[in-house]
Antibody, heavy 120, light 107 residues
């Protein structure tokens, strides 16, 4: 059974940093691209970032480019999202999502999400 | 970037009725790389349909997807109590965009 468990969310002031982690199990982690998708309170889904199976290809939404950094550790089956220069509009539940064989493939399994609140 | 527009915003129906949800893309979706997700309050999205019309594992056959090019439809033939939720279409390819969602509400 695919399991994705996010951690590291919480409260941060504008301009500060947070690092999200996602522990993956139930599938061969190193074979798949992984994504972060976020959802602001009461709003829809916004794709944030993707990383290929070998970290060779990475992409970001324009809204986080230059501030967020995605990375992965295939040996530990972990996905990360380093979030710097946080803004109030980054407040959202952040989901770790399993992708396909490439960064353009279907996303299928989602974690339960980690809430990030940015406020002064 | 492909923009996905879903309609209607809210659909108020009774159990047993048919639900028809629309997703229109701003340009043609290559290879029908269009998926549908269901989300219930406090839960993550669940994959229902991929490739515009292929059901994901465990999805009942009362839920179906159709369409191509720029116009896609999710149909729930007979609404069950567990089908009342928010539904999102999603383009998985170069743009990775989501529609704004359609809420299927109990009438």
């Amino acid at each position: 059974e695919v399991q994705l468990v996010e951690s590291g969310g919480g409260f941060a002031q504008p301009g500060r940093s947070l690092r999200l982690s996602c522990a993956a199990s139930g599938f061969t982690f190193e074979d798949y691209a992984m994504h972060w998708v976020r959802q602001a309170p009461g709003e829809g889904l916004e794709w944030v970032s993707v990383i290929s199976w070998n970290s060779g290809r990475i992409d970001y939404a324009d809204s986080v480019k230059g501030r967020f950094t995605i990375s992965r550790d295939n040996a530990k089956s972990f996905l990360y999202l380093q979030m710097d220069s946080l803004r109030s509009e980054d407040t959202a539940v952040y989901y770790c999502v399993k992708g396909g064989a490439t960064i353009y493939g279907l996303v299928d399994y989602w974690g339960q999400g980690s809430l990030v609140t940015v406020s002064s | 970037e492909i923009v996905l527009t879903q309609s209607p915003g809210t659909l108020a129906l009774s159990p047993g009725e048919k639900a028809t949800l629309s997703c229109r893309a701003s340009e043609s979706v290559a290879s029908n790389n269009l998926a549908w997700f269901q989300q219930k309050p406090g839960q993550p999205p669940r994959l229902l349909i991929f490739g515009a019309s292929d059901r994901a594992a465990g999805i009942p056959d009362r839920i179906s997807g159709s369409g191509s090019g720029t116009d896609f439809t999710l149909t729930i033939s007979r609404l069950e109590p567990e089908d009342f939720a928010v539904y999102y279409c999603h383009h998985y390819d170069t743009s990775r965009t989501f529609g704004q969602g359609t809420k299927v509400d109990i009438k």
